[in-house]
């Protein structure tokens, strides 16, 4: 699989660049936004609950714990990025 551009690979595992869109229906991909990642996030954005609706979303999808998913930036805006480890999680697995 080529990498796609809003993943990053590094010592620590991948580097996700998303865009996050709280309030949808429903948390789900929507597919690339620039060179990000766009995420809708069934959560407001309000007292972290889009943050940890998203770090669910991403362990869930990608078949990892929850403590291998890391905000790194972005606590407070809709751009982000996540440090997800280990190093042989499948990408593919996200559909975008």
């Not at 407001?44 to 979303?57: C, G, I, M, S």
């Not at 990892?64 to 042989?88: I, M, N, Q, Y």
């Amino acid at each position: 699989m080529d990498t796609p551009p809003w993943a990053r690979h590094t010592d620590q595992g991948w580097v996700l660049t998303i865009r996050a869109q709280p309030g949808a229906a429903r948390t789900q991909v929507a597919g690339p936004y620039g060179d990000a990642l766009r995420i809708r996030i069934a959560a407001p954005a309000a007292d972290n609950k889009a943050n940890t609706e998203l770090v669910r979303f991403l362990a869930d999808t990608l078949g990892v714990p929850k403590s291998a998913v890391t905000l790194l930036r972005g606590h407070s805006s809709r751009d982000k990025s996540v440090l997800v480890e280990p190093h042989d999680v499948d990408l593919a697995r996200l559909g975008a």
